[in-house]
């Protein structure tokens, strides 16, 4: 009985894709931004032609996030997420500026949210005009990137 159960549990953590890992530790590593909703950027956004490749990269409760092309447009900060809100919570630390958004976080995607205020997180993934009459909320989602 007991070989039974330990194979049904250990059968569905490799289909369901259990994961023990922190929100913190699954945001490690690289991740490609491929869809925005809205707009909203970390730092001075380039031409519309050269906004690919937009990165955001974390490492232990740091964050790099890197608008285009270019070492001029990126940004280095901490971040640090609360798993206590719903949806979760992830604020950014930078330059004396802080941003509390919304997150939800897979092994290959990544879906960040920001509110129409730096420091008021939105209560749910939207982003963009013409819906709001700002361009916030922004809505960003990323991709993990490929291992170098």
């Avoid at 009459?133 to 990137?145: G, M, N, V």
Wanted: proline letters at 6%; glycine letters at 8%.
């Amino acid at each position: 009985m007991r070989k039974v159960v330990l194979l049904s549990v250990t059968t569905f953590c490799i289909a369901g894709g259990c994961d023990s890992r922190t929100d913190q530790q699954k945001l490690q590593g690289e991740w490609l931004l491929f869809e925005m909703y809205g707009e909203f950027d970390f730092c001075p956004q380039p031409a519309k032609q050269d906004w690919l490749p937009t990165t955001m990269a974390f490492t232990a409760n740091e964050f790099r996030f890197t608008n285009g092309k270019g070492s001029r447009h990126n940004l280095v900060g901490t971040f640090d997420c609360d798993i206590t809100h719903s949806p979760k919570q992830i604020t950014f630390v930078f330059d004396r500026r802080t941003i509390i958004g919304i997150y939800d976080v897979s092994t290959t995607v990544l879906r960040v949210c920001i509110g129409e205020h730096d420091n008021k997180p939105p209560t749910e993934f939207n982003g963009g005009a013409p819906v709001f009459k700002t361009s916030r909320p922004a809505l960003l989602l990323f991709k993990r990137a490929p291992k170098k």
